[in-house]
């Protein structure tokens, strides 16, 4: 690995540097070796696990690594934080992969830093396995997303609802860099820092625009813009909720960060909510593309000196960006469902029978997932008459009216397609609540391997997946997921 740390460059108005705190007996739990292998590991570490814990907790630097706590504000459930920064967490530097791609390594779990509000630093075994094998499982959906490295036992105790193992993951992102690492400058009215972070992530994610010159604040707008209508638009079409889309939450890069309240949609519902802490139903599955067209609202505020010095100008220009967001939002949703329904998005007539199957779909309480696959299974296994029995029965006169809508299109194309967006098997809540008390109980992450088999093919029927496809018969009535701060 050859850090280049770049993030320190900015000036230490931008981090703490702190070093993360050792823990006391750590142990390599997961372990991603085709990530590792990207990241171009040397194959002396890669073979030494009692190492790769020394590193990976923290208690042993990489060479080159300058370890950093970054800090940013937020908007959390619509109210101004002005400070919030990396509580338990440290950029370790960032590198290139093997793709020429540059990528940030931080330790979540790993000690206090100037950021911590009174908090431990540490991370639960818990929440760090949810990490793993969600954003695992979301790459495998092709959901852009962090990725995670290892996951590492810090053979200490954590205190939430009571004692639990404590852990460590080390996280792999395009970046670091949220909304509110421009809020936390802007707020302050340090809008040369926000100039200098706008033109970090220029370089960093959208090289092309740093020959707009002065425009290119307006164009950075927009393509952030952009990565957050696809991001939203692909969580709506796998079921993902994200629980906590904070402005602290939300990538400049258009990735998934942030896992601690997040699960995923069984029941059609889109007021569905998971999170403990969202009591209100701000962040419910049907509401993400609204909040992220708020939350792009709130990064225009912070650009706008640069855009314009003259604030009319400014926001004539970044106005109509958000504003367009949520009519881009509405057409990604239709093609997206078209996509999943093997229909084509210009029709008329094709967006009605996508909106009415979800109103049957909720009416009649039926799986997200489940609805999808066995549509897609219908045109993949035409013999499966049970199966077509089963769907007249549920979606009364609308199967037959997207059967007949489907004889007007290519068969071969139509299931392709509809295969491509439909999974087979999701990383569901109540198949991920026990294999992560099963490894927290047995002190072994075999549990996880085995669903994370699955979840690595979700596109494909192999032979352990229908272990891990049934609906929670309780239909998730009651289940809540928590921070794990």
């Not at 009692?50 to 630097?61: H, I, K, Y």
């Not at 990396?86 to 960032?94: E, I, K, Q, T, V």
């Not at 593309?289 to 912070?302: K, Y």
């Given at each position: 690995m ?41 194959d ?11 590193v ?76 793993f ?18 996951v ?35 707020r ?32 950075l ?38 896992f ?34 708020w ?17 009319e100008?400014?926001?004539?220009q970044?106005?109509p ?21 093997g229909?084509?998005?210009s ?9 009415a199957?979800l ?25 499966r ?6 769907l007249?029965?549920?979606l009364a006169?609308?199967y ?24 087979r ?6 198949h ?53 701060t």
């Amino acid at each position: 690995m050859n850090f280049i740390n770049s993030y320190q460059a900015l000036g230490p108005a931008f981090y703490q540097r702190i070093d993360p705190e050792p823990v006391r007996a750590p142990r390599l739990f997961l372990w991603n070796q085709e990530l590792a292998e990207a990241l171009g590991l040397a194959d002396e570490l890669l073979n030494d696990p009692q190492r790769l814990a020394q590193v990976f907790s923290g208690n042993r630097l990489l060479p080159g690594s300058e370890p950093i706590a970054l800090a940013y504000a937020g908007h959390q459930f619509g109210h101004f934080v002005p400070q919030l920064g990396d509580g338990r967490a440290h950029l370790l530097g960032d590198l290139r992969d093997g793709s020429g791609r540059w990528l940030d390594l931080q330790l979540k779990g790993s000690g206090r830093t100037a950021f911590s509000r009174n908090g431990d630093g540490r991370c639960a075994l818990g929440p760090a396995l949810r990490e793993f094998i969600m954003s695992q499982a979301l790459q495998a959906l092709e959901v852009p997303s962090s990725q995670s490295l290892a996951v590492v036992q810090s053979g200490e105790t954590v205190w939430r609802e009571g004692a639990e193992p404590g852990a460590l993951v080390t996280r792999v992102a395009a970046s670091h860099l949220r909304v509110g690492s421009f809020e936390f400058f802007a707020r302050r009215g340090q809008f040369e820092q926000v100039r200098t972070l706008a033109d970090y992530a220029i370089q960093r994610h959208y090289p092309e625009l740093a020959e707009a010159g002065p425009q290119r604040f307006i164009a950075l707008l927009e393509q952030v813009i952009q990565r957050q209508v696809e991001l939203v638009v692909d969580w709506l079409r796998v079921g993902f909720i994200h629980g906590v889309m904070n402005t602290d939450n939300t990538a400049i890069s258009g990735e998934t960060i942030d896992f601690g309240p997040c699960a995923m949609l069984g029941v059609y519902d889109p007021a569905c909510v998971f999170s403990s802490i969202d009591r209100q139903g701000r962040y419910a599955f049907g509401n993400q593309p609204g909040i992220a067209q708020w939350n792009m609202a709130r990064l225009a505020e912070c650009l706008l000196p640069l855009i314009d010095p003259d604030p009319e100008r400014a926001l004539a220009q970044a106005l109509p960006l958000i504003e367009a967001m949520a009519p881009a939002l509405d057409q990604a949703r239709q093609r997206m469902m078209a996509a999943k329904l093997g229909l084509e998005p210009s029709r008329t007539e094709d967006k009605d029978l996508a909106e009415a199957l979800l109103q049957r779909m909720q009416q009649g309480r039926m799986d997200y997932t489940q609805t999808f696959d066995r549509l897609t299974c219908c045109l993949e296994q035409p013999e499966r008459q049970d199966l077509e029995r089963q769907l007249n029965q549920e979606l009364a006169d609308w199967y037959p009216r997207w059967r007949q809508r489907q004889q007007q299109a290519d068969p071969g194309a139509t299931r392709r397609i509809m295969r491509r967006n439909n999974p087979r098997v999701i990383p569901r809540n109540h198949h991920m609540e026990a294999v992560i008390q099963a490894c927290v109980e047995q002190g072994d992450a075999a549990p996880a391997e085995a669903f994370l088999q699955v979840l690595r093919s979700p596109y494909q029927q192999l032979p352990a997946t229908a272990a891990y496809q049934d609906a929670p018969a309780d239909g998730d009535q009651g289940y809540q997921t928590f921070c794990g701060t």
